[in-house]
T-cell receptor, first 113, second 112 residues
Framework: ETGVTQTPRHLVMGMTNKKSLKCEQHLGHNAMYWYKQSAKKPLELMFV???????ENNSVPSRFSPECPNSSHLFLHLHTLQPEDSALYLCASSQTLDTDTQYFGPGTRLTVL | GESVGLHLPTLSVQEGDNSIINCAYS??????FIWYKQESGKGPQFIIDIRSNMDKRQGQRVTVLLNKTVKHLSLQIAATQPGDSAVYFC???????????FGSGTRLLVRP
């Protein structure tokens, strides 16, 4: 285990649903990340938080809304998604933004019907 | 533009043999490189990293080699085992400390 947990592990939702993905890190890190992993594509950075402040929003559609209530928890709120949003959503953390090693959680496999 | 690429999308090796996975990078500003392993149904797992002031770094059964002249990175796995079967990603930091640029991955298959 990497010390980064994600729930749920699998999620199926309709295009009109609202759901949230949760990430928790037990490493005492200050930076947290959301990535999207689609088939046959490299990992895509979505959002970056450092000490609960968003420092990166990588041109992500507004139907994805992140929330970082504290340095240990990160959420990704989903609403009115499209089928092409189906992917593996990965959370990662690093000690600080200046520390390059990122540790990943197991991911949430999202299917949008 | 910035890119991290892999020469071989799939590598099949016999159990016990050594494996070499290659990666090319294009951003000369990158000074930190990481190899990740991703097994089916799991997130990427950190294997080993190297900074640009080094040419070689060894871990347990793994070695990373960095050739800055040709912007090439490789991961060597000694005595490959069935548990090594996974997709391996290289990543570089580009111009940023936290915006890692990932390659598309190489699938390693270990034949018994």
């Amino acid at each position: 285990e990497t010390g980064v947990t994600q729930t749920p592990r699998h999620l199926v939702m309709g295009m009109t649903n609202k759901k949230s993905l949760k990430c928790e890190q037990h490493l005492g890190h200050n930076a947290m990340y959301w990535y999207k992993q689609s088939a046959k594509k490299p990992l895509e950075l979505m959002f970056v938080y450092s000490l609960e402040e968003r420092v990166e929003n990588n041109s992500v559609p507004s139907r994805f809304s992140p929330e970082c209530p504290n340095s240990s928890h990160l959420f990704l709120h989903l609403h009115t998604l499209q089928p092409e949003d189906s992917a593996l959503y990965l959370c990662a953390s690093s000690q600080t933004l200046d520390t390059d090693t990122q540790y990943f959680g197991p991911g949430t496999r999202l299917t949008v019907l | 533009g910035e890119s991290v690429g892999l020469h071989l999308p799939t590598l099949s090796v016999q159990e016990g043999d050594n494996s070499i996975i290659n990666c090319a990078y294009s951003n000369s500003a990158s000074d930190y490189f990481i190899w990740y392993k991703q097994e089916s149904g799991k997130g990427p797992q950190f294997i080993i990293d190297i900074r640009s002031n080094m040419d070689k770094r060894q871990g347990q059964r793994v070695t990373v080699l960095l050739n800055k002249t040709v912007k090439h990175l490789s991961l060597q796995i000694a005595a490959t085992q069935p548990g090594d079967s996974a997709v391996y990603f290289c990543a570089e930091n580009g111009d940023s400390s936290y915006k890692l640029i990932f390659g598309s991955g190489t699938r390693l298959l270990v034949r018994p």
